[in-house]
Nanobody, 124 residues
Framework: VQLQASGGGLVQAGGSLSLSCAAS????????IAWFRQAPGKEREFVVF????????TYAESVKGRFTISRDTAKNTVYLEMNSLKPEDTAVYYCAADTNHRLPSRFRRAYDFWGQGTQVTVSS
């Protein structure tokens, strides 16, 4: 599975940005796609996932109510709409795919394929 993340950029606090993650290759083995983020000097942290079965979603508390994940199964693409952005949302955002576990997870170790990362910068 290959993941291509795009979107991101620079926005002022309170603004919005959209990210997308296009999956290719053996996508029939793909159970869950998630977004993680990593701020400078910090660990990579879970943001949200969407499962292949039923489209179950789970958000980190820090983004709940502001971020929305969606998918276009025909295009094998997942989208992340980010609203009411805060400076603390500044990070490199990575999409990740889990091809091994039927149940979705918020843990990094569950994901075996990663996109290249895209920078999101929120200015105050």
């Amino acid at each position: 599975v290959q993941l291509q993340a795009s979107g991101g950029g620079l926005v002022q606090a309170g603004g919005s940005l959209s990210l997308s993650c296009a999956a290719s290759g053996r996508t029939s083995f793909l159970w869950t796609i998630a977004w993680f983020r990593q701020a400078p000097g910090k660990e990579r942290e879970f943001v949200v996932f969407i499962s292949r079965i039923g489209g179950t979603t789970t958000y980190a508390e820090s983004v709940k109510g502001r971020f929305t994940i969606s998918r276009d199964t025909a295009k094998n693409t997942v989208y992340l709409e980010m609203n009411s952005l805060k400076p603390e949302d500044t990070a490199v955002y990575y999409c990740a795919a889990d091809t091994n576990h039927r149940l979705p997870s918020r843990f990094r170790r569950a994901y075996d394929f990663w996109g290249q990362g895209t920078q999101v910068t929120v200015s105050s």
